[in-house]
């Protein structure tokens, strides 16, 4: 066994079986990080666009014609705008049928908009289960790897007559870099979920309080 203990040559002196592990959990770390920018880019305009729609919400005094403008542009609207669309959409529909109670009606609108708030809900969390599953099984694929490693070098020591440590060195340290590239492509994996499911539970809270404040508004309006 050679004696550079280098990265470059140690993963270049690994067996065929490490360096597809150390291949696949580079391809891995690589996935996780494309996808934490990703996620982090759109936590961040969802966030951005959500406190937009409120200072409008906010400030206009005719609902109905916020409305119809977000229904022109259907296609081009935000998170927030949807869930408001779907709930006063269902709310003025429900309304002309008329002999329906008030809480009917406003059971109406608040599913409808509960509804939407999944839907956005489910497009936030669109691939966090994949950094969940980098972080949690990164360490044991590099483990194998490092289980792998040993377990060849140990075989080629009983070919010899005396082990020395300058002779088992080089082949620890090869098994070695699997585990390392695992907790490598884990650690950050780990990191980028959390911070993104904490940051997407912030705003389903506020999609959340947004529901139950329209609704209160809708309440006045039904019993006008």
């Known amino acids: 066994m050679h004696n550079d203990l280098s990265i470059a040559s140690l993963v270049l ?15 891995a770390s690589i996935a996780s990080w494309a996808l934490i920018f990703t996620k982090r880019r759109q936590v961040r305009q969802a966030q951005q666009e959500m406190e937009a729609f409120e200072d409008e919400f906010w400030s206009t005094e005719d609902l109905t014609r916020l409305y119809n403008r977000i229904s022109a542009s259907a296609e081009d609207a935000t998170a ?11 709310f003025a529909r429900l309304r002309k049928r008329g002999g329906l109670e008030a809480m009917d009606i406003l059971d109406g609108a608040q599913r409808a908009m509960k509804v939407s708030v999944s839907r956005e809900l489910e497009a936030l969390e669109a691939g966090l289960p994949n950094l969940a599953t980098v972080g949690s099984v990164s360490p044991y694929v590099g483990l194998f790897g490092t289980v792998w490693g040993i377990m060849n070098s140990f075989q080629a020591l009983g070919n010899v007559h005396q082990a020395t440590l ?16 695992g907790l490598f492509a884990a650690i ?26 329209f609704i209160s508004i809708l309440r006045r309006q039904v019993h006008d």
Not at 80 to 90: C, K
């Open 80 to 90: 927030m705008e949807r869930i408001f669309e779907a709930g006063f959409r269902e």
């Open 13 to 27: 002196g690994a067996s065929l079986l490490v360096k597809l592990i150390m291949l696949i959990l580079l391809l």
């Open 166 to 181: 300058a002779m088992v060195a080089p082949g620890i340290s090869e098994a070695l870099v699997a585990t390392a590239m």
């Open 188 to 213: 950050p994996a780990v990191i980028g979920y959390n911070r993104n499911a904490s940051a997407i539970d912030r705003i389903l809270g506020r999609y959340d309080i947004f529901v139950e404040e």
